[in-house]
T-cell receptor
Framework: DADVTQTPRNRITKTGKRIMLECSQT?????MYWYRQDPGLGLRLIYY???????NKGEISDGYSVSRQAQAKFSLSLESAIPNQTALYFC?????????????FGPGTRLTVL | EDQVTQSPEALRLQEGESSSLNCSYT??????LFWYRQDPGKGPEFLFT???AGEEKEKERLKATLTKKESFLHITAPKPEDSATYLC????????????FGQGTTLQVKP
């Protein structure tokens, strides 16, 4: 079984709809992240959470919100989807360490906003 | 500003033809440099973490090295299955936990 799972894997929605992307992990990691990937722009951080009570904005958080329901679950919501939010979305997890903590990525969700 | 630049953007090799990918970085205190492999439509797969200049790590045909300004991913005698996009990322001491990614190098290995 995969350590980091994302649901759904593919989603097509319409402009203005609210949608939620979910991430679950069985790695026992305390830190979780949401990224989006666009051709030519690379991976960009949307939100990150160092524990259940800690939520932080990344570089492109406008139009998104998150919820850390438990240590193992981190959800990303688009309150009112717009076409330029069409992208690949990845969840990642890491374990707090003394030196750099390696992030492990999920399989991704391909989101299309029409 | 913390920044990562990868070169070349794309690289085509014949099977068995060794080469290197470059990752240049500027960061306010390096906490770690990471290499990932990404296949089309899939999530990045972790390869290596390097923490300090002079450090080297190997895995099968891949070897990653680190200096104070750049990292190289050396690919020895590549095979077609090594074809993928290779991503480099850094973690700055001032932004603990957050990764700054380069644009990636897309490698194609022809049989």
């Amino acid at each position: 079984d995969a350590d980091v799972t994302q649901t759904p894997r593919n989603r097509i929605t319409k402009t203005g709809k609210r949608i939620m992307l979910e991430c679950s992990q069985t790695k026992g990691h305390d830190r979780m992240y949401w990224y989006r990937q666009d051709p030519g722009l690379g991976l960009r951080l949307i939100y990150y959470s160092f524990d259940v009570k800690d939520i932080n904005k990344g570089e492109i958080s406008d139009g998104y919100s998150v919820s850390r329901q438990a240590q193992a679950k981190f959800s990303l919501s688009l309150e009112s989807a717009i076409p330029n939010q069409t992208a690949l979305y990845f969840c990642a997890t890491s374990l707090t360490g003394i030196v750099g903590d390696t992030q492990y990525f999920g399989p991704g969700t391909r989101l299309t906003v029409l | 500003e913390d920044q990562v630049t990868q070169s070349p953007e794309a690289l085509r090799l014949q099977e068995g033809e060794s080469s290197s990918l470059n990752c240049s970085y500027t960061v306010s205190g390096l906490r770690g440099l990471f290499w990932y492999r990404q296949d089309p439509g899939k999530g990045p797969e972790f390869l290596f973490t390097l923490y300090s200049a002079g450090e080297e790590k190997e895995k099968e045909r891949l070897k990653a090295t680190l200096t104070k300004k750049e990292s190289f991913l050396h690919i020895t005698a590549p095979k077609p299955e090594d074809s993928a996009t290779y991503l480099c990322a850094v973690q700055a001491a001032s932004n603990t936990g957050k990764l700054i990614f380069g644009q990636g190098t897309t490698l194609q290995v022809k049989p």
